[in-house]
């Protein structure tokens, strides 16, 4: 038996690259099995790390209606890829999402609520998704993909008329909702929410026009001091007749850049 001993032999544990470890013993090998699969860690490094992404979504409600806004840019990094992505997505005629954040997960809850649209019509029952359904169903999803450690990251903005209201309701990846008259997600919230608040609280309810134009100069200031915003948008405007999309493009004016000093 002492002959079998030997002190300059290594005797600590040893790790391998795929996170089972072994510890070697002169007379047993013993491997204990890692906690997730190989595949279950890239879907979860994939989840929590987004690739390409959506900058800030403006909404906010009129005389008679809901008025959303956001560009078309899809962010791959500081990359600006993608140049034509639709962020706004009409559920029926009275119920709109505008998506902001990760955009494959956008994508997902876009397939997931046009799948539960298609099934009301097949049930035929009369059913339709309003906006206050879809923001309950909305925050359900939310909530439970955080309970499975699988987030969806992005925030939801659901939006349109319930009982010839204007409804206007946020949802953000962690299920947490609330309802407010404006909301603005991504760094418009730091941007531009301090000064339209200021607008909506002191004025009397604007009308249509007028909201189209509010939203134009939240849209050109998020264009200014937004390095992920891009110059062309989309605007969805959604009332009791119906919903109506425009497509517009900033103008900007750099002249000002002379009169600014120590930004280098």
Request: hydrophobic share 35%; charged share 25%.
């Amino acid at each position: 038996m002492l002959n079998e001993f030997n002190p300059c032999r290594p005797c600590w544990d040893t790790i391998n690259d795929k996170d089972d470890f072994n510890i070697n013993h002169s007379y047993k090998n013993y491997t204990i099995s890692p906690l997730e699969t190989k595949v279950e860690r890239n879907i979860r490094t994939r989840t929590v790390t987004p690739v390409v992404t959506g900058s800030s979504v403006a909404a906010f409600t009129f005389n008679g209606g809901v008025i959303l806004a956001a560009d078309v840019l899809g962010s791959y990094g500081s990359l600006a890829k993608y140049r034509n992505i639709s962020r706004i997505h009409q559920v029926n005629d009275r119920t709109v999402l505008g998506l902001g954040g990760d955009l494959s997960d956008a994508d997902y809850i876009k397939e997931a609520i046009d799948t539960k649209v298609e099934q009301d019509i097949i049930e035929e029952d009369g059913s339709k998704m309003t906006p206050l359904a879809l923001y309950a169903w909305s925050t359900r999803l939310m909530y439970y993909r955080r309970t499975q450690l699988n987030p969806l990251l992005t925030n939801v903005i659901v939006a349109g008329m319930e009982n010839n209201e204007p409804f206007l309701g946020r949802v953000n990846d962690k299920g947490s909702a609330y309802k407010e008259f404006l909301i603005i997600t991504g760094i418009g919230t730091h941007l531009a929410q301090g000064w339209i608040r200021t607008i909506l609280e002191t004025s009397s309810q604007i009308n249509k026009q007028q909201a189209e134009q509010l939203m134009d100069r939240i849209i050109k200031q998020l264009y200014y001091r937004d390095c992920r915003a891009f110059a062309r948008y989309q605007v969805c405007i959604v009332t009791n007749d119906n919903v109506e999309f425009k497509v517009k493009e900033v103008q900007p004016d750099w002249s000002l850049a002379s009169s600014l000093r120590n930004t280098e």
